[in-house]
Nanobody, 126 residues
Framework: QVQLVESGGGLVQAGGSLRLSCAASGITFSSGSMGWFRQAPGKEREFVAAISWNFGATSYSDSVKGRFSISRDNAQNAVYLQMDSLRPEDTAVYYC???????????????????WGQGTQVTVSS
């Protein structure tokens, strides 16, 4: 059974930092990719960042570029999202996603991913 388990969410003041983790079990995304999406109240889920497992290529949304950084740990079968300079508009539930499909450049669409975590809440106060 494939499971993606997120951790690291919480409450932080604007300008602060958080580091999200996503641990995968039941699968190794050796040729696929993993990413992060988020959904704020009343809004659609949107792409945040992704990384291809084999090549290490990364993609970021314009809204987080330069502030967030995605990385992976092959040995731990985990992906991380370092979030710096957080803003109130970053408040959302953050979801980890995994794709077992071969990719060089990680996808930015939800349809590219076939496994999802349950989400972790990130709240940024002003």
């Amino acid at each position: 059974q494939v499971q993606l388990v997120e951790s690291g969410g919480g409450l932080v003041q604007a300008g602060g930092s958080l580091r999200l983790s996503c641990a995968a079990s039941g699968i190794t995304f050796s040729s696929g990719s993993m990413g992060w999406f988020r959904q704020a109240p009343g809004k659609e889920r949107e792409f945040v960042a992704a990384i291809s497992w084999n090549f290490g290529a990364t993609s970021y949304s314009d809204s987080v570029k330069g502030r967030f950084s995605i990385s992976r740990d092959n040995a731990q079968n985990a992906v991380y999202l370092q979030m710096d300079s957080l803003r109130p508009e970053d408040t959302a539930v953050y979801y980890c996603a995994g794709s077992s499909r071969f990719t060089v450049v990680p996808g930015t669409k939800q349809e590219a991913y076939n496994f999802w975590g349950q989400g972790t809440q990130v709240t940024v106060s002003s």
